[in-house]
């Protein structure tokens, strides 16, 4: 199907002109980037195969030559790849906290953790340009889903005029696999906030490594 084909209201620029960058999937913001896919495969859905092989964080790491080689993608496509990453790297507002990716989270807050003998379940707040706005500690010590409740996560989110949150913990063992409590309240809290029109971008949780749950499912 080319880009034509499609349904006005669901073409990436018409999506972008009518309601805003973030009302964008990843998928539909590359491909408004790279404009035009190939022959035999519209730019939306090159976009999308590429990111199913290779999430954001992966994509930002891939060079010039690694970018070449994925079909589709020439040498045209692969510098504009690098030059958006790149921009963005030189345009983050001095002095604010930017979130791109689950490692970002994990370089920002690995010290805060880094010792402590109990988990520590923390709710970060984003703006729309996924610049940290504030972050609150909801609960510690051992995960309960009786304890931690979405209404005392969106609290803080809705006070501070929250977009987005993380919600981010600790595993003091440094085994940063979830348990079954871990995903059990990622999903209850994911659904809260789509009725509270707050996107929960994702859970990371902090070990000697990280886990993130948007990763996990890209």
């Keep these: 199907m080319r880009i034509k084909d499609i349904p006005l209201q669901n073409q ?8 805003g960058a973030s009302a964008l999937s990843d998928a539909e913001l590359l491909a408004v980037i790279l404009q035009k896919g190939t022959k035999n495969e519209n730019v939306v859905d090159m976009c999308n195969r590429l990111l199913k092989k290779h999430n954001i964080e992966q994509l930002s790491q891939l060079s010039l030559a690694e970018l070449k080689k994925i079909h589709g993608i020439g040498p045209a496509k692969a510098m504009q790849v690098k030059a ?18 689950a490692n970002d989270v994990y370089d ?26 504030g972050e609150e500690i909801v609960s510690i010590g051992i995960l309960d889903s009786a304890i931690v409740h979405p209404r005392e996560i969106f609290k803080p989110a ?8 993380i919600l981010l913990h600790n595993h003091p063992s440094g085994d ?8 059990r309240i990622t999903e209850r809290v994911i659904e809260a906030g789509k009725l509270l029109d707050i996107l929960v971008l994702d859970h990371v949780i902090i070990g000697d490594n ?9």
């Design 12 to 19: 990436p620029r018409h999506r972008f002109e009518n309601m």
């Design 84 to 101: 958006i990453f790149e921009f963005t790297k030189r345009t983050r507002p001095n002095g604010k906290r930017y979130i791109n990716c």
């Design 108 to 133: 920002i807050y690995y010290n805060k953790f880094k010792g402590e003998k109990q988990e520590i379940f923390m709710v970060v707040m984003l703006d729309t340009r996924n610049n940290i706005i």
């Design 158 to 165: 809705i006070k501070n005029s929250a977009a987005k949150i």
């Design 176 to 183: 940063a696999r979830p348990s079954r409590e871990d995903l």
């Design 210 to 218: 990280y886990w993130s749950w948007r990763e996990q499912r890209a």
